[in-house]
């Protein structure tokens, strides 16, 4: 299976703009911390569910066993993210860790699988503990595993 085609609409955010192109023109060797910190990301591409266009989004890197979580916290925000709507409409997605990017295939997790997942995501990054106490919504995690060519 080919990389995701389509027109890229770059993010209203300039920071987001910034990270991703700094990220791709490097192979994910530069811009690849949440902004300049510590933190690992991976840049995440996936199909607009209103424009069709293709959207990037740095997102924190929680990988276990070649399998990626990401977590639509929106800072702990009321509502999803965007790309959460777009992930459920569209569920085959890029994900670039590294210099290579492939396809994953997201799902939304549930139940026990949905715990253990976000239990892992807090023990990488712990930020999304206090993300969750400023939300009353239950914070989504996808599962996002590789498509096999």
Same mark, same amino acid.
């Given at each position: 299976?080919?990389?995701?085609?389509?027109? +890229?609409?770059?993010?209203?955010?300039?920071?987001?703009?910034?990270?991703?192109?700094? $990220?791709?023109?490097?192979?994910?060797?530069?811009?690849?911390?949440?902004?300049?910190?510590?933190?690992?990301? /991976?840049?995440?591409?996936?199909?607009?569910?209103?424009?069709?266009?293709?959207?990037k989004?740095?997102?924190?890197?929680v990988?276990?066993?070649?399998? $990626?979580?990401?977590?639509?916290? +929106?800072?702990?925000?009321?509502e999803?993210?965007?790309? +959460?709507?777009?992930?459920?409409?569209?569920?085959?997605?890029?994900?670039?860790?590294?210099?290579?990017?492939?396809? $994953?295939?997201?799902?939304? @997790?549930?139940?026990?699988?949905?715990?253990?997942?976000?239990?892992?995501? /807090?023990?990488?990054?712990?930020? +999304?503990?206090? $993300?969750?106490?400023?939300?009353?919504?239950?914070?989504? /995690?996808? @599962? @996002?595993?590789?498509?096999?060519?």
């Amino acid at each position: 299976m080919d990389l995701l085609e389509g027109e +890229y609409e770059p993010s209203a955010q300039g920071w987001v703009r910034e990270q991703v192109a700094a $990220y791709e023109a490097s192979g994910g060797a530069k811009a690849n911390t949440l902004r300049g910190g510590k933190d690992p990301i /991976v840049v995440i591409t996936s199909r607009g569910v209103r424009s069709g266009k293709l959207r990037k989004n740095p997102v924190m890197r929680v990988e276990r066993d070649g399998k $990626y979580a990401a977590i639509a916290s +929106y800072g702990g925000g009321p509502e999803n993210p965007v790309w +959460y709507h777009n992930f459920l409409a569209n569920p085959v997605v890029q994900l670039q860790d590294g210099p290579e990017p492939a396809l $994953y295939r997201a799902r939304l @997790l549930e139940g026990e699988e949905r715990a253990d997942w976000w239990e892992h995501a /807090v023990a990488t990054w712990s930020t +999304y503990a206090t $993300y969750q106490e400023k939300t009353d919504r239950e914070i989504p /995690v996808f @599962l @996002l595993e590789p498509i096999d060519s």
